[in-house]
């Protein structure tokens, strides 16, 4: 079964930017080592688009510095989750935001075998846990400890999770992080997962604009941490025991009873990537996603209704110098 769908194919684009022209007329003083280096130039590089805005400017960032560099990108929809069998087979070649404290058994499984591999960082300064809106603490005095949810659980029940609290979890696609952390830390609160980014975010707001009762597991960098007043549980610190040895930690009985370990994110390619387009190898490794910048452009697509192609695009004018920088590594 497939699982790939929404293919867009985006053809080479040429630059206006002076910055741009110098560089190109640069190229031809290289010799034959560029060319030889793009590989197989001809067929299409096939990019992952996941479930979330700030990952579809990543892919973008990436997908406008390849065209530069002379290859065709396709931006292919694909799960968080099942995206791995589609590198693993080379059907998909790579994918921007894989986040360690949230990476799938799917990616281990593959990277282990050998059918992926993990290039870096991939610039973000990120961060994940449990997220409430400020007026919230008025309902559930204690917070932001996390032991004070306890006594506060009956405050977020609905009737979907009665007599547990509900707590407003990741996507199913992307693993279930707030329910095993609700086991970990045996708290009475039921884990329900959102159908999307854009459900986790109007829940935010309906809660702010209600000042009703919300529980969830989010993330950074996102624009709605800069539009809404909201703050983090305060959580036993993660360390690599939380996840191995029921003995550490406040419940003696499980695992995972911690925060969200530090995260990185990472950028990730099939395992043929280097050899098909070693130039193109060189630079998926050069790309590096700034977490401001991500941020503004989120705020620009989501909040303003900009396109992506194009609230990308301008960036990368913007940036000709970083882009043309990232293109060179190539050569």
């Not at 684009?13 to 560029?34: D, E, Q, V, W, Y």
């Not at 960032?61 to 099942?82: F, H, N």
């Not at 997962?193 to 702010?208: D, H, M, N, Q, Y």
Request: overall charge negative; hydrophobic content about 45%; aromatic content about 10%.
């Amino acid at each position: 079964m497939s699982i790939l769908f929404n293919k867009t194919t985006i053809k080479p684009m040429r630059s206006t930017k002076i910055a741009s022209l110098l560089f190109a007329s640069l190229l031809p003083f290289a010799g034959n080592t560029f060319a030889a280096d793009m590989g197989a130039k001809d067929e299409p590089i096939k990019i992952a688009m996941n479930e979330w805005t700030g990952q579809h400017i990543s892919t973008h960032i990436l997908g406008q510095t390849l065209t530069k560099a002379g290859y065709t990108v396709e931006y292919v929809t694909a799960g968080y989750d099942p995206q791995f069998t589609a590198l693993s087979d080379g059907e998909l070649h790579a994918t921007m935001e894989i986040w360690s404290s949230n990476a799938p058994e799917s990616f281990h499984k593959a990277a282990e075998a050998g059918k992926v591999v993990n290039v870096g960082d991939n610039g973000i300064q990120a961060r994940e846990g449990f997220l409430y809106p400020v007026h919230v603490k008025e309902m559930c005095p204690g917070l932001p400890a996390w032991d004070a949810l306890k006594e506060c659980a009956q405050k977020f029940a609905t009737a979907e999770t009665i007599p547990q609290g509900r707590l407003l979890d990741y996507p199913a696609d992307w693993g279930s992080p707030g329910a095993d952390r609700m086991a970990g830390l045996d708290l009475p609160y039921k884990a329900i997962p959102a159908g999307s980014e854009g459900a986790l975010v109007a829940e935010l707001k309906a809660s702010v604009a209600k000042k009703s009762p919300l529980f969830m597991v989010f993330w950074q960098p996102h624009w709605a941490l800069a539009e809404f007043d909201t703050e983090w549980v305060e959580m036993p610190e993660a360390e690599s025991a939380c996840f191995e040895d029921p003995a550490w930690g406040p419940n003696p009985a499980a695992i995972n009873d911690c925060d969200f370990a530090p995260a990185t994110v990472s950028k990730v390619v099939w395992s043929g990537f280097a050899e098909k387009w070693p130039a193109a190898f060189e630079i998926v490794k050069a790309v590096s996603v700034d977490t401001d910048a991500q941020q503004a452009m989120m705020a620009a697509i989501d909040q303003n209704g900009g396109d992506l192609a194009e609230v990308v695009g301008k960036w990368v004018e913007e940036n000709a110098a970083t882009v043309d920088a990232w293109v060179a590594a190539g050569s």
